[in-house]
């Protein structure tokens, strides 16, 4: 007599609990469809999830024939709405794939992972419109940009060498294109933002144009006033300010992502000269903004391009050596000097170069924190000639000039202020005051004594024994 194959228990909680959450998933998807008026709605992908979920109950087998099952549900559902509405539901056909391999994850046990998978189909879904508007608003050299971004941080950055590639010790490709595509991204990111963000006010432009580049926005800054003679002052010298903070706030993420010690060291004049930029941007209105004003479009380029790659990873890489150069022969004096050099160019490579040399211990965490806030000090001085010549403005030139030497006065008491604290050593760098070229003692120079052990008695030496004679 035969018997009859062992049927397969599953306990309830659990399996409830799986296929709860698959339900679950495939109906946050399904609603946003149904919104929209799709073939493949609510209910829809509320049975494919669960299909899903049992396969994953079930096995491997029945996953395979699931999704069989639903890609001829996703051809039937092609076919009609061709024949009905002459366009295809390609969106629709992945999100309900995409569903269903969320439903067989769940029915394995998993919930992290089905979660985020739905959820970020849901946003896709909903976000159709600003995706497509913002696709559509970027040009062709912004998208090559993009593009060349990802092309050195996933192709070009794994194929570098590790570790410096001269006999000095002085030039590291990989550390160097982490920094450039660091501040690239950095960069990128905060021009889409000015992009999508940077009409809504004067104030907000000034300081999403800081991120990008404080030079430009402030030279822009100071075109418009002398365009309008005068009558944006008062909002060009907010916008100053909050590009100079914006400056300060970029350079201090890069000092906290590079080499978090350095900013330990220099936390509070960067927070100082924050702080007073922000403050006096937002005072007390000294003239009331003209009527009709229109908020300036800020001629600002996609920061980042081949050339700008090449120059940002050259300047980089000359500042880092010269840095390092200027550090062993001329001590801290030499390496604050480059940095206040650098600042006047691009204060964003000047601490990125400080940074890199902390974390590669060339330099001590307080030497290049010291040495960031001395080139954030000198981009934002930098402004001062372009308001004076640019704006044609006495009263902005000397609201700013007043204004950018109160955030320096602000930012030398925040170096006595942590002076005085005592929070954070100084130690001294490894190879302080060392030539490109170690070194090496002389054979002349008296050996180091070796230490005896114990009750030894020493061997008196021939002089020794000639003088006691």
Sequence with gaps: MHMLPEVVRYPFPPTAERLALALALGLMVGLERERRSKEAGLRTFAFVALLGGLAGLLGESYTLVILALVGVLVVFLNFHALRSRQVSELTTSAALFLITIAGVLCGQGHRL????????TAALLAWKRPLTGFSQALTETELRSAILLAILTFVIFPALPAGTVDPWQ???????LVIVILIAGIGFANYVLLKLYGTRGIELTGFLGGLVNSTVTVSDMAVRVRETEGG????????VLLATAAMLLRNTVLLALVAPPALLASWLPFLLMFGAAVALAFAKRTRPAAAGSEVPDLRLESPFSIRSALQLGL???GLQVAGTLAQRTLGEAGFYSVSVLGGLFSSSSAVASAAALAAQRTISPWVAGTGAVLASLTS???GLPLIARLSQSPSLKRRVTWALSAVTLVGLLGFLGSWWLGAHGRPAPPGAGRGVIPRIAPSSQAPTPVAKPPGAVAKPTRAAAHSTG
């Design 113 to 120: 992972t089905p979660s985020a998978l739905a959820v970020v």
């Design 170 to 176: 002085l030039v590291d490709p990989r550390a160097a």
């Design 232 to 239: 944006l002052e008062d909002s060009a010298f907010r916008g």
């Design 380 to 382: 934002a001085l930098v």
């Design 315 to 317: 300047f980089f890489v």
